[in-house]
């Protein structure tokens, strides 16, 4: 499985993500900019000693990511996760080689992806803008883990 982070803003969301995906032998994918380095303390420590374990590649931006996908890995398919997102993230059919796509902290995906892809979310009660995008991650790489009979 991949997750994609475009944008991401908070070194600690990102380390645990990495984590996460360290300890589902998921691929994490890295669209900058970023808000933070990746050598920050903070990325590190919620990292821990992992990160350099972890199968973690880089973009310049979503038009490099795109194009380097389609040319290593034309079979999976993108999922965006956004709180607007049509279907609910249980409700469809995840491949052992898909990537499942999610913005930044603060603003989401960026309108000119969210037209080209399926889009999906998790559903939420109450006036809160959105899930931490740790829990986030969590919650929908696990659910595509289970379909696809885990490791």
């Known amino acids: 499985m991949n997750i994609v982070l475009h944008q991401p803003e908070i070194p600690h969301n990102t380390g645990a993500i990495g984590r996460t995906c360290l300890m589902t032998n998921s691929a994490l994918h890295l669209i900058r900019p ?14 821990l000693d992992y990160w ?29 996760v956004e709180t607007s997102g049509g279907e609910n993230y249980s409700d469809v059919k995840y491949g052992r080689d898909d990537y499942l796509i999610f913005g ?16 999906v979310r998790i559903p939420m009660v109450g006036d809160e803008r959105s899930l931490n995008l740790s ?4 919650i929908v790489l696990y659910e595509a ?7």
């Open 52 to 80: 350099h374990k972890l199968n973690v590649s880089e973009y310049d931006n979503f038009a490099a990511f795109e194009a380097e996908i389609e040319k290593k890995s034309p079979r999976g398919k993108f999922w965006l």
């Open 104 to 119: 930044s902290e603060t603003v989401g995906l960026p309108s000119e992806i969210l037209h080209k892809f399926p889009v």
């Open 34 to 47: 970023y808000g933070f380095f990746l050598d920050e303390k903070s990325l590190r420590r919620s990292g």
């Open 135 to 138: 829990v986030s991650v969590g």
């Open 145 to 151: 883990l289970r379909q696809t009979g885990f490791w």
